[in-house]
């Protein structure tokens, strides 16, 4: 099993930069590849990048590509989004997941998720 906890969304202006935390535990989750997803209202998930939690290999959406980061903290056992450059279209609940799964982009592949939470990005 693992636990993700996920925090620091909020309100920020377009332009401005925010950075997710999602903290991980349970057995055998450094196995595991870690990712981000978003899902504005009405619309569908939306793959946003994901990375294998031990080693540096990651894979970006085009839609954030440039603009936002992933890294992690292996002590800490916690996995961050750094987004910059954030812009109205960005709005959405962001949530952490986690999967065992090569088919990063696949939502439906994940095994886990955090309980997701809201950015906000004003003009």
């Known amino acids: 099993q693992v636990q993700l906890v996920e925090s620091g969304g909020g309100l920020v202006q377009a332009g401005g930069s925010l950075r997710l935390s999602c903290a991980a535990s349970?057995?055998?989750?450094?196995?595991?590849?870690m990712g981000w997803f978003r899902q504005a209202p009405g619309k569908e998930r939306e793959f946003v990048v994901a990375?294998?939690?031990?080693?540096?290999?990651?894979y970006y959406g085009d839609s954030v590509k440039g603009r936002f980061t992933i890294s992690r903290d292996n002590a800490k056992n916690t996995v961050y989004l750094q987004m910059n450059s954030l812009k109205p279209e960005d709005t959405a609940v962001y949530y952490c997941?986690?999967?065992?799964?090569?088919?990063?982009?696949?939502?439906?592949?994940?095994?886990?998720w955090g309980q997701g939470t809201q950015v906000t990005v004003s003009s």
């Open positions: 349970g057995r055998s989750f450094s196995t595991y590849a």
């Open positions: 990375m294998r939690w031990s080693v540096d290999n990651t």
């Open positions: 997941a986690a999967t065992r799964s090569s088919r990063w982009q696949i939502w439906s592949a994940y095994d886990y």
